[in-house]
């Protein structure tokens, strides 16, 4: 079992910047593969970006060039930075974690609202 927690959301201005951070409750090392998904208001949660045990990244379309995600794997951390923000970035913002196995788990999330 791993429970992971999210923090860093907020209310922020178009144009802003926010850095979300997930602290997992054991080694995100031995994950498969950490990523951030999120939860746009009466939407399907989608794919933010995910990062590997090698550092590889991928984000989806309508983040790439403004969001990266990171990971310290001393401290069982993953970030994701974001910039240029923008109304529809509006979410629910999760943390992902897959194990080699299949096995996954969520946070419980954290509320990212863009809006002058």
């Known amino acids: 079992q791993v429970q992971l927690a999210e923090s860093g959301g907020g209310l922020v201005q178009p144009g802003g910047s926010l850095r979300l951070s997930c602290a997992a409750s054991?080694?995100?090392?031995?994950?498969?593969?950490m990523g951030w998904y999120r939860q746009p208001p009466g939407k399907e949660r989608e794919l933010v970006g995910r990062?590997?045990?090698?550092?590889?990244?991928n984000y989806a379309d309508s983040v790439k060039g403004r969001f990266t995600i990171s990971r310290d794997n001393a401290k069982n951390m993953v970030y994701l930075q974001m910039h240029s923000l923008k109304p529809e970035d509006t979410a629910v913002y999760y943390c992902?974690?897959?194990?080699?196995?299949?096995?996954?788990?969520w946070g419980q999330g954290t509320q990212v609202t863009v809006a002058s």
């Open positions: 992902h974690y897959l194990q080699s196995n299949g096995l996954a788990y």
């Open positions: 054991r080694s995100i090392f031995s994950s498969y593969r």
């Open positions: 990062i590997g045990n090698d550092d590889s990244t």
